[in-house]
Nanobody, 122 residues
Framework: QVQLVESGGGLVQAGGSLRLSCAASGSIFSVNAMAWFRQPPGKEREFVAAINRGGGSIRYADSVKGRFTISRENAKNTVYLQMNSLEAEDTAVYLC???????????????WGQGTQVTVSS
């Protein structure tokens, strides 16, 4: 089993920045891909970004390209999401996910965190 704990969410004005963190614990040796998804109010969960263990495979949703950056620090078992130029449409619960296999943009991940709220005021 792998446990994921997100942090770093909060309230920010449009145009501002936030950095989310996701700390993994447990059987982390089995984890390859880690990802961020988000669920806006009243909407379905959507893919944001993903990265593999080595950092050589990274994917972004079109809506966040050029504004968000995913990174990973394996020594700390942590993945980050740097979010710049935030927009009201970025308001959502952001969830960290992990899986044993390769990066994918679909929510077929093995492990999920509880999520952290990001609210962007316009």
């Amino acid at each position: 089993q792998v446990q994921l704990v997100e942090s770093g969410g909060g309230l920010v004005q449009a145009g501002g920045s936030l950095r989310l963190s996701c700390a993994a614990s447990g059987s982390i040796f089995s984890v390859n891909a880690m990802a961020w998804f988000r669920q806006p109010p009243g909407k379905e969960r959507e893919f944001v970004a993903a990265i593999n263990r080595g950092g050589g495979s990274i994917r972004y949703a079109d809506s966040v390209k050029g504004r968000f950056t995913i990174s990973r620090e394996n020594a700390k078992n942590t993945v980050y999401l740097q979010m710049n130029s935030l927009e009201a449409e970025d308001t959502a619960v952001y969830l960290c996910a992990a899986r044993r296999l390769a990066v994918t943009t679909t929510p077929i991940y093995d492990y999920w965190g509880q999520g952290t709220q990001v609210t962007v005021s316009s």
